[in-house]
């Protein structure tokens, strides 16, 4: 389904909530290090890396993540998603950025780190992350898997789940839930629209009480 431009992080959570979901869906401290201006959203490519073993071949090992840079992977313009297992490293960069954006990708998640956050600024690239950090990965961690279904913080994320993400946090809606997500959704739009139009067309401003009582009998609460 494709969702409205100003679809917003807000309405997002009461569909998942009115859907019987709540923070099981939801990561509330990773956020956008550079600031975005609206709610993104597409479904996970997700991928997974861990700390390089004593005497593992670090090249060989890191070409798993070079094979993964194809176009097939990302003919549906994802958001990847980074289970990184590590927090002394940075686990992007700009150049990453570059060619996830080259390939199609939306935006990048991660619970890990990333670094290079002036040129990452430049790509016009969403990028989420629990913190910044120079220090590089090079013969210290690794991609290791893509494409598989992954956990940051509990939450459980597949191979295109719909992620939305936003200045206020990440939220995953599984596919199994999107049919009724979507349902929920479109509602809450009408609905949310219903209300401020109503709120702009009241004249007494002073009190709201018996409009909003009126239309919450006839459509419920927004």
């Known amino acids: 389904m494709k969702y409205p431009n100003n679809i917003y992080l807000g309405i997002v959570y009461d569909a998942m909530r009115i859907s ?10 990773i956020k956008p ?3 975005i201006k609206k709610t993104i959203y597409g479904p996970a490519f997700t991928t997974k890396g861990r700390k390089v073993k004593k005497n593992e071949d ?3 090992l890191d070409m798993i993540r070079i094979d993964m840079y194809q ?5 549906n313009h994802p958001i990847v998603i980074l289970e990184a297992n590590d927090q002394k490293c940075a686990h992007s960069g700009d150049i990453t950025s ?8 939306k935006g990048f998640v991660t619970d890990g780190n990333v670094r290079d956050l002036d040129l ?8 989420f992350c629990k913190d910044v950090n120079p220090i590089d990965a090079i013969n210290y ?16 994320i597949s191979p295109n789940d719909i992620i939305f993400a936003s200045s206020e946090g990440i939220i995953v809606v599984g596919k199994k839930d999107i049919s009724k997500f979507d349902k929920n959704i479109i509602s ?9 139009s109503l709120v702009n067309k009241i004249k007494n401003k002073s009190s709201y009480k018996k409009d909003l009582t009126r239309y919450i009998k006839k459509n419920g609460r927004w």
Request: aromatic share 14%; glycine share 4%; net charge positive.
């Open 20 to 29: 019987g979901h709540k923070s099981e869906h939801f990561f509330i401290d």
């Open 33 to 35: 290090k550079i600031p």
């Open 58 to 60: 670090y090249e060989k």
């Open 71 to 75: 176009k097939k992977y990302f003919n």
């Open 98 to 105: 570059q060619i996830y954006k080259s390939l199609g990708a």
């Open 120 to 127: 990452i600024s430049k790509l016009n690239f969403p990028t």
């Open 141 to 156: 961690w690794a991609l290791t898997e893509y494409q598989i279904p992954i956990s940051i913080q509990n939450v459980k």
């Open 188 to 196: 809450l739009i009408k609905k949310e629209a219903g209300v401020r």
